[in-house]
C-alpha cells in the first residue's frame, strides 16, 4: 500500500510538474513576442472580405452590433457583412434588412456554429479573398479589417485577431477578461514567439476563402469547431498568425451560473479533441510537426489555468497540514512558478484594484469548475446558447 500511495504522489507531482513548465515556458516565449511589420505592398493591395456572424436567437442585441461593425474604415465596396440568422424573429429579420449587410436565414433542428457557417460558405463561394468568422456579441475596431488584410497581403492565410473583453462590469467579467488575456499570451503570443501556430479562439479570425470552406466543410462538431478547424489546418503545413493589435471586443461572462455552463461545454470539447486526436498528434510529432502535437495534445492534456492554480493550492496546503514536509515544499514551489507565470501573462493594464477584488472570487470558480468538471458527461452533445446582453464596449482597461 504504501508504494502504491508513493506511486500515485509521483504520478500527481510529475504532471503538475510538467504543466507548470509548459505554461512557464510559453508565458516567458510571450514576452519575447514581436509584432511583425506588416504593411501594405506598394499596391496597396485591397482584398474583399466577408464578416460572417453566425447568430442564433441574438434578436436582442444583432441589429445594434451590425451597426457598429458597419462603421469599419475598410473600403465599403470591399468588405461585406453577413449574418447567418439561426431561427431569429421575423421583426428582427426585417430591420436587419434595411441595412446594407446581407442576411442568410437558417433554422436547424440542431443547431450549430459549423452548420451555419458551412451553408454561408458554400452560398457565398468565389465572391471574396478573405473570410472573417466573429460572433454575434462581437465588436471589431475600426481598423480590424486592414490589418487582416495587411497580414493577408503578406502571405498569412490563417489569421487569429487579439479578443479582449467588451465589458467589466462585474467580478466575473474581470475574472474570465483576465482569463483571457492570459490565454492570449500563452498560447499565442508565446506560441507565435516559439515559431509554432497560434490557438483559434472561435471568433475574430480570419481565412483565405477557400482554405477556410474546404477545411470547415469537413468539421460538423456540436461544439469546439475551432479546435478541429485548428488542427486540420496545422496538418496541411499551414500557419496560424497571431496579430495583437487587430483587437475584437468579447462579450464575457457576468455571473457563475453562465461561467459554470461555459467551462463545463469547454471542459467537455478539451477531453473530446484530446482523445480525438492523441494518436494522430503523437504521428505528427514523429514527423516533426510540433505545432499538431502542441495543439491536439499540450494544450488539452493540462487543466485549465484556474483548475491547475486550485489543485495547486489545495495540495500546497494539504501536505503541509498533513505533515509531509518534502511534497508541501515541492508543491510550494510549484505554486510559486505557476503565479509566476499566471502574473507574467497579464498585461499591466490589468494590475487594479478592480481585479485584486475580482481575485477573491477565484475560490468559488474554482469550485465550479471542479463540479463542470464532474459533469462533462454529455456535455457537448447539445449546442449550449450563452445569452448576450451588451451591445457597447464599457471596457475601462481597454486590455
Request: with cysteine; glycine share 4%; aromatic share 12%.
Amino acid at each position: 500500500m504504501h508504494i502504491i500511495m508513493i506511486i500515485v504522489n509521483c504520478i500527481i507531482l510529475t504532471y503538475f510538474a510538467l504543466s507548470t513548465i509548459y505554461v512557464l515556458l510559453f508565458a516567458i516565449a510571450g514576452r519575447f513576442y514581436k509584432k511583425k511589420n506588416y504593411g501594405l505592398k506598394s499596391d496597396n493591395s485591397k482584398a474583399s472580405i466577408a464578416v460572417f456572424i453566425p447568430a442564433y436567437k441574438e434578436d436582442a442585441i444583432m441589429l445594434p452590433i451590425a451597426k457598429q461593425l458597419l462603421l469599419s474604415d475598410y473600403p465599403e465596396n470591399l468588405f461585406d457583412l453577413i449574418v447567418i440568422a439561426d431561427s431569429f424573429k421575423r421583426q428582427t429579420i426585417i430591420s436587419l434588412k434595411e441595412l446594407p449587410i446581407k442576411v442568410v436565414e437558417v433554422s436547424w433542428v440542431k443547431s450549430t456554429k459549423a452548420k451555419s457557417l458551412n451553408y454561408a460558405l458554400n452560398l457565398f463561394d468565389g465572391k471574396y479573398d478573405i473570410a472573417v468568422i466573429s460572433d454575434a456579441d462581437n465588436i471589431l475596431e475600426k481598423r480590424f479589417l486592414n490589418k487582416i488584410n495587411a497580414v493577408y497581403q503578406n502571405g498569412a492565410n490563417a489569421i487569429q485577431g487579439c479578443r479582449v473583453a467588451k465589458n467589466l462590469s462585474t467580478p466575473f467579467s474581470i475574472l474570465d477578461a483576465a482569463s483571457e488575456a492570459i490565454n492570449n499570451h500563452v498560447f499565442r503570443k508565446g506560441a507565435n514567439a516559439l515559431g509554432l501556430s497560434s490557438a483559434l479562439i472561435g471568433s475574430g479570425m480570419a481565412f483565405q476563402y477557400k482554405m477556410l470552406k474546404d477545411f470547415l466543410n469537413k468539421i460538423d462538431a456540436v461544439g469546439g469547431f475551432d479546435k478541429e478547424l485548428q488542427l486540420e489546418i496545422i496538418e496541411k503545413g499551414h500557419n496560424i498568425s497571431y496579430i495583437d493589435d487587430a483587437i475584437v471586443y468579447d462579450e464575457k461572462i457576468e455571473n457563475s451560473t453562465s461561467f459554470g455552463n461555459q467551462r463545463k461545454r469547454w471542459l467537455s470539447t478539451q477531453f473530446i479533441y484530446l482523445r480525438k486526436s492523441f494518436y494522430k498528434g503523437l504521428i505528427e510529432l514523429k514527423k516533426g510537426n510540433f505545432s499538431y502535437f502542441n495543439l491536439s495534445i499540450l494544450v488539452n492534456v493540462f487543466l485549465s489555468r484556474v483548475l491547475t492554480l486550485g489543485s495547486l493550492i489545495v495540495l500546497t496546503l494539504g501536505y503541509f497540514l498533513f505533515d509531509i514536509n518534502i511534497l508541501f515544499k515541492f508543491y510550494l514551489l510549484l505554486l510559486c512558478i505557476y503565479c509566476f507565470a499566471l502574473l507574467i501573462s497579464l498585461p499591466k493594464r490589468m494590475y487594479n484594484k478592480r481585479t485584486f477584488f475580482a481575485l477573491l472570487r477565484l475560490p468559488k470558480a474554482f469550485y465550479i469548475m471542479l463540479l463542470s468538471l464532474l459533469k462533462i458527461k454529455g456535455a457537448n452533445k447539445d449546442f449550449i446558447h450563452t445569452t448576450h446582453t451588451n451591445t457597447s464596449i464599457d471596457n475601462s482597461a481597454l486590455l
